[in-house]
């Protein structure tokens, strides 16, 4: 099955954006320095079923620079805005780690756009464990590190011990890719400055999944949870056994939630 992929220019953002598949329509967003291409093994698996969207945020692969005062908030809005000129609204939305801060804040900001919504290994609110990981990134970028440590110290957190790996972190993540450090340090000030008030959690409507690994140690089981707490009626799957990136670790797993999900609310 082909993919089609294009160049939109929004408002604020010019984006490649790949599209494959058919069916109902899913709007697929990445974490922190990563581009759409690591959700490819994910979107295999869909593209039977789902019309897959994929893009770059602000800062990575091919989209414009992520800016040194963009909010998280004007990334859901770039979101919310590519629905708008796909033309497809409302959509079925998910993302995963910081792409879940994003969709979260899409359905917040712009509910009649998002039809259901899925939110994987991300949070709310950072702890100060989470913060405290996002600094230390930031201090291997400022010493000049990155090139040597990045790589190993994202697959620390990110796999469970099962799958642990220094080489399989999902191809499309900046550390892999062509490293723009001040565009990752763009991306990591705005994972550390996010906040999402009760307030605006409860101004989403759509039907909510969470999922989280029971291995998780930077968006942990408790960040799940206050999502679930949060948002009313949203349903929480726990993945035993799962790390931060299960998503990369089983691929056809996460699918088959992500399908269920939207064929539940097509």
Request: proline fraction near 5%.
């Amino acid at each position: 099955m082909d993919s089609k992929l294009e160049t939109i220019s929004l408002s604020a953002l010019k984006t490649v954006v790949c599209t494959k598949g058919e069916g109902p329509s899913v709007l697929m967003i990445q974490g922190l320095g990563t581009d759409h291409r690591a959700w490819d093994p994910i979107v295999e698996h869909l593209a039977p079923h789902l019309r897959c969207v994929t893009f770059d945020n602000r800062g990575v692969g091919k989209a414009s620079p992520i800016g040194e005062s963009t909010t998280i908030e004007d990334l859901a809005d770039d979101a919310a805005e590519l629905i708008e000129a796909i033309g497809e609204g409302p959509m079925h939305v998910c993302g995963v780690s910081l792409g879940g801060g994003i969709a979260m804040r899409v359905a917040s900001r712009h509910p009649h756009l998002v039809k259901s919504l899925a939110l994987h290994s991300t949070a709310a609110r950072p702890d100060p464990r989470l913060l405290a990981m996002l600094d230390f990134r930031g201090q291997l970028l400022a010493g000049g590190l990155a090139p040597q440590l990045l790589r190993s110290f994202v697959a620390l957190w990110g796999w469970s011990p099962d799958k642990m790996s220094m080489q399989k972190l999902p191809e499309g993540a900046a550390e892999i890719d062509e490293l723009s450090e001040s565009e990752y340090a763009s991306h990591l000030r705005v994972a550390t400055e996010q906040w999402m008030s009760d307030e605006e959690l409860a101004k989403i409507s759509s039907p909510t999944l969470v999922t989280v690994g029971t291995e998780d140690i930077l968006t942990t089981a408790a960040h799940a949870r206050d999502l679930y707490r949060g948002i009313a009626g949203a349903q929480l799957v726990t993945v035993e056994g799962g790390g931060h990136a299960y998503y990369a670790e089983d691929p056809a797993f996460f699918a088959s939630l992500q399908l269920g999900w939207v064929l539940r609310h097509s």
